[in-house]
């Protein structure tokens, strides 16, 4: 058993079976009216998770089993006794089918010789509700992505490998462009082009959008430790010969704002965001596992299984949950359960009800930049399947927060490297 307890006097505790894994976790907020949650796993004799339970004020909210065949792969997840999703493998080992019972939905994956996937099919019964097929260059690279519609996106990569076009049938084509250090250098999409500019550390320094006569002109700050701490957008009409003005945006707020400011912890996390009307601050553990998000106030609390995200918390009720197999599988928001649909970069695509019915539909581009993207979508969990937080713009990855706008982590990576591992040190950092 080890306790620990935080500088606001709250006290957690871990148990440990006899193998030294995790076995029953507590936590407290440390007031009256504060929720008190735990979560307890059991294991097979294989050491496969075989079961997790998380309780709210003592009161069972998931109750989730796995069984697994006879190579150790995930065949079953049940929630509550009831089966969820049951998996599939080819002779290959690859994921042939997944059926998700509760929501009468499947998906089904065929590879070709070298076990790349070539095509992925989500179904409802025998209703196709989304599909993709592949093609891939000689050296592994994607060629082709083609959706149940027919529409093909079309990809090409340099001498090096690095993707130099997206093509997407009936849109503007994306070009890219680097410099000597694989930094990106510029963006085309149709008449628009975006310049990156960069300090002698590689880390992104001004981006230059240009279209239609006018500039805009964003320049990232960062402190001694490579964590950017501010952004500002400045905006130019060439035509006017105008100085611009100052402001600053945030992914899916049409709003304008001043300046975007980020704060880091001892450790190089994240621990608050400013901006016009928004603050955002958050808290992580003793792992690094974010523990809360604070937006205006409004405080969120995420209880963890594993490297996952199990539960949240808003106030003293749970407002959402999540149940996982091999990947996520479907949400419960306070009595509204969707099912999560992939594609084969594990990508959400598509939420459905536990009738099966398509409720949402998501498309994004090489880099995560989801198109059409909806101000009221409460889900957060979308570009490869991972937290997308609104208030920033970015996606948060457990060590660090990705920016898919600009294609790069706001912060240099966590790991510095091994002296064991020369070449370890010796990573692009972000």
Request: glycine fraction near 8%; include cysteine; aromatic fraction near 12%.
């Amino acid at each position: 058993m080890i306790d620990s307890t935080d500088i606001n006097n709250n006290k957690s505790s871990v148990e440990y079976d006899a193998l030294g894994r995790v076995k029953a976790k507590t936590d407290a907020k440390g007031n009256a009216v504060s929720p008190k949650y735990s979560t307890t796993y059991t294991y097979d004799a294989a050491n496969n998770p075989k079961s997790f339970v998380l309780k709210h004020n003592g009161v069972t909210k998931t109750n989730t089993t796995y069984d697994y065949d006879n190579m150790n792969r995930l065949w079953k997840v049940y929630e509550n006794g009831i089966q969820t999703a049951a998996y599939t493998y080819d002779a290959n080992g690859n994921r042939q089918t997944i059926t998700y019972n509760t929501s009468a939905n499947t998906t089904n994956y065929t590879y070709n010789l070298a076990s790349k996937l070539i095509s992925l099919t989500n179904k409802k019964g025998t209703t196709t509700l989304s599909s993709y097929a592949y093609t891939y260059y000689l050296d592994g690279n994607q060629a082709t992505k083609t959706d149940h519609t027919g529409k093909v996106t079309t990809y090409g990569y340099d001498d090096l490998g690095r993707l130099e076009s997206e093509s997407v049938q009936g849109d503007p084509a994306i070009i890219y462009t680097y410099d000597d250090y694989n930094n990106r250098a510029t963006m085309t999409v149709g008449t628009e082009i975006t310049r990156y500019v960069y300090d002698k550390n590689n880390r992104l320094k001004t981006e230059t959008k240009t279209a239609s006569g006018t500039d805009e002109i964003t320049r990232y700050y960062y402190d001694n430790n490579g964590n950017q701490t501010c952004k500002t957008i400045e905006t130019t009409q060439s035509s006017s010969g105008g100085s611009g003005t100052l402001e600053a945006y945030i992914l899916e707020e049409s709003v304008n704002q001043d300046i975007v400011f980020n704060e880091y912890d001892g450790f190089n996390q994240l621990k608050r965001v400013t901006t016009g009307g928004i603050a955002a601050e958050y808290q992580y553990n003793a792992d690094g596992q974010r523990t809360t998000k604070s937006i205006n106030n409004t405080e969120t609390r995420h209880i963890w299984d594993g490297q996952n995200i199990a539960a949240e918390l808003t106030g003293t009720a749970m407002t959402a949950k999540y149940i996982r197999g091999i990947n996520l599988i479907s949400s419960d928001m306070a009595g509204t359960v969707n099912y999560y649909l992939f594609n084969g970069h594990g990508d959400v695509i598509q939420l459905t009800n536990s009738s099966g019915n398509v409720v949402k539909t998501y498309n994004y581009d090489a880099f995560g930049n989801e198109k059409a993207p909806d101000l009221n979508d409460n889900n957060v969990f979308r570009y490869c399947g991972e937290y997308f937080d609104k208030e920033t713009g970015t996606y948060y990855l457990r060590a660090r927060y990705y920016n898919p706008v600009t294609g790069r982590f706001i912060s240099e990576d966590s790991y510095l490297g091994s002296n064991n591992d020369h070449f370890s040190k010796l990573r692009k950092k972000s």
